[in-house]
């Protein structure tokens, strides 16, 4: 009786004296009443760091033999839309992380010649795409002279209005469910001529979902509902939280629903792509 006291009391005072010494280190938390730092006061209330040190989880593992049926679709994701308008948040838009990512080459870009991420492009490619240069004539007043200089005109985020992306339904006989993956995304590019009016628009290159994981759970999109819930577009995107429209299916002659329809009856056909891949299953099961 008198060792199992012994042993008790040992572990009150070990988880005691445990207790003190983290609690004479208390973690430096700034906030909007610490003395401001060299990069000036703190814009909120606490400073936030919950995204900056989150990783992702990796996809659970799939064997081939367990994919019972698959089905790739492209969809098209319009910025303009009232779901969508996280994507074109002023401070931190959709186009640019991707844009930096790419350029700074944390992320591979490929080449849009296809949708299979057969080509790669360097990160000095990646600056130049959608970059162009002009001449223009300056006039000196007091000399009267006229010099001409070369400008380079970068790219303008307003002109990425959508972008493409590429993902894989697929039903799992593992775990019986239907689930889906991004395998690419794709900015495309509003083209004006010299009057400003609409030409035609361009994808600018294809970055590989996957491997943009890490790098979209750092980065904080904005949340409608709540400024302090830490939602990333890691997150955003496995939950599927956009408004899309389908323009093409996997299909013999690889045609995007445009190559053969036209007008409304676009939008009627990717509506019945959608429905096609809900009753699929749906039809799986029986009541």
């Not at 996809?59 to 074109?88: C, G, H, S, T």
């Not at 009016?197 to 970055?207: G, M, Q, S, T």
Request: proline share 5%.
């Amino acid at each position: 009786m008198k060792i199992v006291l012994k042993i008790l009391t040992l572990c009150l005072l070990s988880i005691f004296t445990t207790n003190i010494a983290f609690a004479q280190v208390p973690e430096a938390v700034k906030t909007e009443s610490s003395e401001p730092d060299e990069d000036g006061p703190l814009d909120d209330i606490v400073d936030k760091r919950i995204i900056e040190d989150r990783r992702v989880l990796p996809y659970q593992p799939l064997r081939e033999a367990d994919i019972f049926w698959e089905k790739r679709i492209w969809r098209v994701i319009d910025i303009r839309e009232k779901m969508n308008l996280p994507f074109a948040y002023p401070e931190r838009r959709f186009f640019s992380i991707l844009m930096d990512a790419t350029s700074n080459g944390d992320v591979t870009a490929y080449s849009t010649e296809d949708d299979k991420f057969s080509n790669k492009l360097l990160p000095e490619e990646i600056q130049s795409i959608g970059s162009s240069t002009d001449t223009i004539t300056t006039f000196d007043p007091e000399t009267y002279e006229e010099t001409i200089k070369v400008v380079s005109n970068d790219i303008n985020p307003d002109d990425v209005k959508r972008f493409r992306v590429k993902e894989v339904w697929f039903f799992d006989e593992e775990t019986s469910t239907l689930q889906v993956r991004i395998l690419g995304i794709a900015p495309l590019l509003d083209v004006y001529d010299d009057n400003d009016n609409f030409k035609f628009e361009k994808p600018l290159f294809w970055v590989y979902y996957p491997e943009c994981r890490e790098i979209l759970a750092r980065e904080q999109v904005f949340n409608v509902g709540n400024d302090a819930s830490p939602t990333t577009w890691e997150d955003l995107l496995e939950m599927r939280y956009f408004a899309s429209y389908i323009y093409k299916q996997s299909n013999v002659r690889n045609d995007r629903l445009q190559d053969y329809l036209s007008g409304i009856d676009i939008l009627l056909e990717a509506d019945k792509i959608k429905k096609s891949i809900f009753n699929f299953e749906h039809d799986l099961w029986s009541y």
